[in-house]
């Protein structure tokens, strides 16, 4: 599976923005998760959310939930992110992640697809 994240840039505190993943190299992913992680500068990469693609089953960490929210559109093979009430603290590269599982994982070796990432700059 080849990933494709895109829609990272720079927002002021409070703005928001929608994070994109596009998947190829498969045509049926239903027994796919996919998850978003992020790594800020001199911290460990962390799990942000993942979704099952079968049923949309989320799961979301701590410090996003009731800001983030994690999607996916079965027919473009996307997954998206919408980040509203940025702080500073979320600034961080953005990685899209996939994996042939049914549980959502929350750690990084749980999954072995990995996309490049887009990088997320909230100013105060």
């Known amino acids: 599976v080849q990933l494709q994240a895109s829609g990272g840039g720079l927002v002021q505190a409070g703005g928001s923005l929608t994070l994109s993943c596009t998947a190829s190299?498969?045509?049926?992913?239903?027994?796919?998760?996919m998850g978003w992680f992020r790594q800020a500068p001199g911290k460990e990469r962390e799990f942000v959310a993942a979704?099952?693609?079968?049923?949309?089953?989320?799961s979301y960490a701590d410090s996003v939930k009731g800001r983030f929210t994690i999607s996916r559109d079965n027919a473009k093979n996307t997954m998206y992110l919408q980040m509203n009430g940025l702080k500073p603290d979320d600034t961080a590269v953005y990685f899209c992640?996939?994996?042939?599982?049914?549980?959502?994982?929350?750690?990084?070796?749980?999954?072995?697809?990995w996309g490049q990432g887009t990088l997320v700059t909230v100013s105060s």
């Open positions: 979704i099952r693609w079968s049923d949309g089953l989320k």
């Open positions: 992640a996939a994996d042939q599982r049914w549980r959502p994982g929350t750690r990084t070796y749980e999954y072995d697809s």
């Open positions: 190299g498969r045509t049926f992913f239903s027994s796919y998760v």
